[in-house]
């Protein structure tokens, strides 16, 4: 089993771009799906993205597509979450899940990372 460690997390300001890597260590990383969920204080986790083992298939919740990219290098071991335009609301802790699973992870299963804080301010 893969362990997480999400990184990339900082304090940042309104409409910058801010990149989050997921890299795992362990064995098989290629065969897992991961998705990246945050958890803004007082609220619950939200799903933000979702990507396949392959990378072929990608899954945005509707509330930053368009503005968020996912993507994978199975070689690095790592996952990316690209998010441009950054918005106050976009404040959360950021948490990478992986599950060795054909679907995209819900976030009920699987390994979870420590999660990374971003923050943006006006």
């Known amino acids: 089993q893969v362990q997480l460690v999400e990184s990339g997390g900082g304090l940042r300001r309104v409409g910058e771009t801010l990149r989050l890597s997921c890299t795992a260590s362990?064995?098989?990383?290629?065969?897992?799906?991961v998705a990246w969920f945050r958890q803004a204080p007082g609220k619950r986790r939200e799903f933000v993205a979702g990507i396949s083992d392959s990378g072929g298939r990608r899954l945005y919740a509707d509330s930053v597509k368009g503005r968020i990219t996912i993507s994978r290098d199975n070689d690095q071991n790592t996952v990316y979450l690209e998010m441009t335009n950054l918005k106050p609301e976009d404040t959360a802790v950021y948490s990478c899940?992986?599950?060795?699973?054909?679907?995209?992870?819900?976030?009920?299963?699987?390994?979870w990372g420590q999660g990374t804080q971003v923050t943006v301010s006006a």
């Open positions: 899940n992986a599950e060795m699973s054909a679907h995209i992870p819900t976030g009920l299963r699987g390994v």
């Open positions: 362990g064995r098989w990383f290629s065969l897992y799906t």
